[in-house]
C-alpha cells in the first residue's frame, strides 16, 4: 500500500474559511465583504477615508515566549487603531495578512484573530478580507484599517502653533516597564530570591498595560468632533521622538515640564525597584498608545472640564515655542534639549 502524504498542519482554504466563518460579519455600507477578489464598500458622501498598515514581525514586535497568540493579535489591533484615533476618525473596516510558520497550528492563528476582534470589537470594525502564506522566519502579521471623519474634519500632527499648550492622554511609560518585566532578566527576578521589590497588583498593571493598551479612539474622536485640538499623533515609538514628528511637521519647537510628566503609581515604583528613572520611562516608552495633542491656550479650561465629564484623562505637559528655540525639557527652572531616546528601527 502506498503511503499517503500526511496533511501539512495548517491547510491555507480551510484556515481561511474558519476565519471568514468565525470572525466576519456584514455592517452598514459594506457590499461584499470575504469571498470575492476584492471587498466592496459603498462610501456615503462628505466623507474622508483614514487609511494605516502595520506590519508586525515575531523577534522584533512581539515574542511567544512573554505574549499569548491572543495578546499578540489584540496589541497589533490596538496600534492600528491608535494610528485612527490620532487622526480623530472612527474605524470601520480590517484587512489582515498574515505569513505563518511550521511551528504554529490553526488554533493558534484562531487566537490571534480573537485578539485581534475583540480589540476591535467595541467600535464595531468589520474583517472584510486579507491574505495568508507561508513563513520561514516566523510569523508576519500585517494589518490595515480603513476609517473615517467627516470631510474636512480630521486631525493632522501640523497645525500646532507657537504658545499652544501640549497635552497627553493617561499615563506614560507602563508599557515599557511591562516589557522589561517581561524579559528574561526581570523573570528571573521575580522567581528567584532577588525578588524584584514591587507589588503584584503594580506587575500585573504594568504587563497588562503592554500586553493589553488601549488607543483612545473615544478621545481623539472628542477632541476632533469639538476641534479643541490644533494639531495631534498617536505615542508609539515614544514621547520623545513623536513629540519631535509632531513639531517638524508643525515647523515649531516645544519646552516640556518633566514634573508634569503624568506617571503611574505602578511605573513611579517599578523605576525605584528596578534603580530606573520613572522619567526617563515615560519619555523613551514606547507603545503605550496615548495621544499627544496640542490646544489654543484659551482652549485649556474647555478641555479640562470636558475631559473630566467625559471621564478622560488628560495632562498639561508643556508648551509650544517657536521653531529656534528647540525641543526642549525643563526641570526645577533648567533648561536642556530634549533627547531622542524612542524606539526606531533599523538603530
Not at 456584514?26 to 476584492?38: F, N, Q
Not at 470594525?125 to 480630521?154: C, E, H, M, Q, W
Amino acid at each position: 500500500m502506498a503511503n499517503r502524504k500526511a496533511k501539512p498542519a495548517i491547510q491555507e482554504f480551510p484556515l481561511i474559511r474558519g476565519l471568514a466563518g468565525r470572525f466576519a460579519h456584514a455592517v452598514p455600507g459594506l457590499v461584499r465583504g470575504i469571498g470575492d477578489d476584492a471587498a466592496v464598500v459603498e462610501p456615503t458622501s462628505r466623507t474622508w477615508w483614514h487609511v494605516t498598515t502595520d506590519l508586525l514581525a515575531e523577534g522584533i514586535h512581539f515574542n511567544f515566549k512573554s505574549a499569548a497568540p491572543e495578546s499578540v493579535g489584540y496589541r497589533a489591533a490596538m496600534a492600528n487603531l491608535s494610528d485612527l484615533a490620532a487622526m480623530g476618525a472612527t474605524p470601520r473596516y480590517l484587512l489582515v495578512s498574515l505569513a505563518i510558520p511550521k511551528t504554529l497550528k490553526s488554533s493558534d492563528i484562531f487566537k490571534v484573530y480573537s485578539g485581534l476582534m475583540n480589540a476591535c470589537g467595541r467600535d464595531g470594525v468589520a474583517l472584510i478580507g486579507g491574505d495568508t502564506s507561508a513563513s520561514k522566519a516566523g510569523l508576519f502579521l500585517n494589518i490595515t484599517l480603513i476609517g473615517t471623519t467627516p470631510t474636512r474634519r480630521a486631525l493632522f500632527r501640523h497645525g500646532a502653533q507657537v504658545d499652544d499648550l501640549i497635552y497627553v492622554t493617561g499615563t506614560l511609560g507602563d508599557s515599557l516597564a511591562g516589557l522589561r518585566l517581561l524579559m528574561p532578566l526581570h523573570r528571573a527576578h521575580r522567581s528567584s530570591k532577588n525578588r524584584l521589590a514591587l507589588l503584584a497588583s503594580h506587575q500585573r498593571f504594568l504587563i497588562d498595560r503592554h500586553l493589553h493598551p488601549t488607543a483612545r479612539v473615544s478621545e481623539g474622536q472628542w477632541l476632533n468632533q469639538k476641534r479643541l485640538a490644533t494639531s495631534a499623533i498617536d505615542l508609539s515609538d515614544g514621547l520623545s521622538g513623536d513629540l519631535r514628528h509632531l513639531c517638524e511637521a508643525s515647523q515649531v519647537g516645544a519646552e516640556v515640564e518633566l514634573e508634569k510628566l503624568p506617571i503611574s503609581a505602578a511605573c513611579q515604583a517599578y523605576g525605584k525597584a528596578a534603580g530606573r528613572s520613572p522619567v526617563q520611562l515615560a519619555l523613551s516608552g514606547g507603545e503605550d498608545y496615548e495621544l499627544l495633542f496640542t490646544a489654543a491656550p484659551g482652549s485649556r479650561s474647555t478641555i479640562e472640564q470636558q475631559a473630566r465629564a467625559r471621564g478622560y484623562r488628560v495632562t498639561c505637559i508643556g508648551t509650544i515655542r517657536s521653531k529656534r528655540f528647540g525641543i526642549r525639557m525643563s526641570s526645577g527652572g533648567k533648561r536642556q534639549l530634549l533627547p531622542v531616546t524612542s524606539y526606531e528601527h533599523f538603530h
